[in-house]
């Protein structure tokens, strides 16, 4: 598979990180040449004082290329996210991902077909996975995900709209934020272009709003996961 996206095989890795500020917090991102590890984000859980846009903590010098793309994908993410291509993904490399269990099974379904601006229940996704009894364990999927925001465990909801427990419930706010952003599609200022290392601001009076998040996953469902294209395989 020469498609730098493809999952690769587990080897041998030397990792190397970089940090991000963004609206959430601080976010660590590891990987090596193969492809991205683990996203980390470091929240002491308040939005309200963060930057209203991405600005890269570190320098990119040797840093693995695919590295780099994930810093590019989360910088047009937090400026504009629907800018973002199917092909802007950088690959992904972590043991989880590579396994045939059904947490892999369910973390690439996810990825594939609910896209920016959906939501999908626990029980639907269950399903989607191929067992639809296993809402339960696809909860335990979203706890073990290694790569969130690239694997968008925030659009995974309870069947009764509620938000769910993102970050263990201390995060619900933040992942309320990220439905409003996607939905809102990114600030007004354009997405950035080429480049990084550079300081991507935004208007913060264009910030999602944090407190109408029972309005956002309550009312209309227009925006949940259309599965057609699934359908269609």
């Given at each position: 598979?020469s498609?730098?996206?493809?999952m690769?095989?587990?080897?041998?890795?030397?990792?190397?990180?970089?940090?991000l500020?963004?609206?959430l917090?601080?976010?660590?991102?590891?990987g090596?040449?193969?492809?991205?590890?683990?996203?980390?984000?470091?929240?002491?859980?308040?939005?309200?004082?963060?930057?209203s846009?991405?600005m890269?903590v570190?320098?990119?010098?040797n840093?693995?290329?695919?590295?780099?793309?994930c810093?590019d994908?989360?910088?047009?993410?937090?400026?504009?996210?629907?800018?973002?291509?199917?092909?802007?993904?950088p690959?992904?490399?972590h043991?989880?991902?590579?396994?045939d269990?059904?947490?892999?099974?369910?973390?690439h379904?996810?990825?594939?077909?609910?896209k920016?601006?959906?939501?999908?229940?626990?029980?639907?996704l269950a399903?989607?996975?191929?067992?639809?009894?296993?809402?339960?364990?696809?909860?335990?999927?979203?706890?073990?995900?290694?790569?969130p925001?690239?694997i968008p465990?925030?659009?995974?909801?309870?069947?009764?709209r509620q938000?769910?427990?993102?970050m263990?419930?201390?995060?619900?706010?933040?992942k309320?934020?990220?439905?409003?952003?996607?939905?809102?599609?990114?600030?007004?200022?354009p997405?950035?272009?080429?480049?990084?290392?550079?300081?991507?601001?935004?208007?913060?009076?264009?910030?999602?709003?944090?407190?109408?998040c029972s309005e956002?996953l309550?009312?209309?469902?227009r925006?949940?996961?259309?599965?057609e294209?699934?359908n269609?395989?």
């Amino acid at each position: 598979m020469s498609d730098r996206n493809q999952m690769k095989r587990p080897n041998p890795c030397t990792l190397k990180m970089v940090a991000l500020l963004t609206p959430l917090g601080r976010i660590e991102v590891s990987g090596c040449e193969a492809g991205v590890h683990n996203i980390s984000i470091q929240s002491d859980g308040t939005l309200d004082e963060r930057p209203s846009g991405c600005m890269l903590v570190d320098t990119l010098e040797n840093v693995p290329s695919e590295l780099q793309v994930c810093v590019d994908w989360l910088l047009s993410y937090f400026q504009n996210p629907r800018s973002l291509q199917k092909g802007d993904m950088p690959a992904l490399h972590h043991a989880i991902l590579l396994e045939d269990t059904f947490t892999s099974r369910v973390l690439h379904t996810l990825l594939r077909y609910v896209k920016i601006g959906e939501t999908v229940s626990y029980k639907r996704l269950a399903e989607m996975a191929g067992n639809i009894r296993a809402a339960r364990a696809v909860g335990g999927a979203m706890r073990r995900n290694p790569v969130p925001l690239l694997i968008p465990c925030h659009r995974v909801i309870s069947s009764d709209r509620q938000p769910g427990n993102y970050m263990g419930g201390k995060g619900n706010h933040m992942k309320c934020w990220l439905l409003a952003h996607e939905r809102a599609g990114g600030w007004d200022s354009p997405p950035p272009q080429g480049g990084t290392g550079v300081r991507r601001s935004c208007d913060s009076a264009n910030r999602p709003g944090l407190k109408d998040c029972s309005e956002l996953l309550g009312g209309s469902r227009r925006s949940d996961v259309n599965t057609e294209e699934m359908n269609q395989k």
